[in-house]
């Protein structure tokens, strides 16, 4: 039996006390009470990337990962809609800002979500997902997570073909991985606790290289155009004037 290291209850808990804070602050005040009650379980130090997924598009952080566990933070600023696909994990989430809608087989109505309230999507179980305009969630999975790998990848390297996004989401899940099997909360299988914290170490290392190289730069905007004066329109040459 797997000994799970979270409590999706919990994580609950450090989801709801950063309800109604600004966003980024928001996100890091649940980083800082998931320290608090998992110590040294939290990094809080990877960066926000693409997930492309079932048809929808979000933006994530890991915060803790393992063959077995993750905890992140997910979310648009502009809305999505898809597939949460049917996995052998099971997923925990709080929504912290937004709202979210949900449908299951021979369900007829949506189900609204909205800050405060809880998602439970079990093994075996698909729903499909509308994010409106938009929403943030903190989740807990547990299960086989590499099995679900093929459906996180699918989307980012056939129809998007966003290559960077893959990249970035095996690195980083190779960095916690490293990370976890490289500490003193690694007791599981206690005879392969040795050559699992020198490949985690290997496995941090490398994979913390590989994801600052990845990085993109940051958007650029451009400068906004004055506003014209007078009735609004651009006037110019009428055609044929010199």
Known sequence: MVPYLFDPDVIDECAMACLGLPKPQMFDRFASEADRRYPGLIDDNQPWIYSIAGGAMIQM???FASLHEYVMIWGTPIGSEGHSGRHH??????VIDGEAWYYAEGQ????VYRPGARIYVGKGQACGMSFTDGVWAVEYARGPLTRSL?????????????FVAAKQTLSIYATLIGRHWSSEANRAYPLLVPLKRLL???MRSVGTRITKRLMPP????LPRRSEPEGDGRIHGPRPGAR
Do not use: C, M, N, Q
């Not at 994990?89 to 709080?94: E, G, I, L, P």
């Not at 007829?108 to 189900?111: A, G, I």
């Not at 940051?218 to 905007?221: A, F, G, I, L, Y």
């Open 150 to 162: 093929p459906f996180g990848l699918a989307d980012e390297l056939v129809s998007a073909r966003d």
């Open 108 to 111: 007829f109505e949506k189900r």
């Open 61 to 63: 952080k890991l915060y």
């Open 200 to 202: 985690g170490a290997i």
């Open 218 to 221: 940051p958007p650029r905007e």
């Open 89 to 94: 994990v099971a997923f925990w989430d709080t």
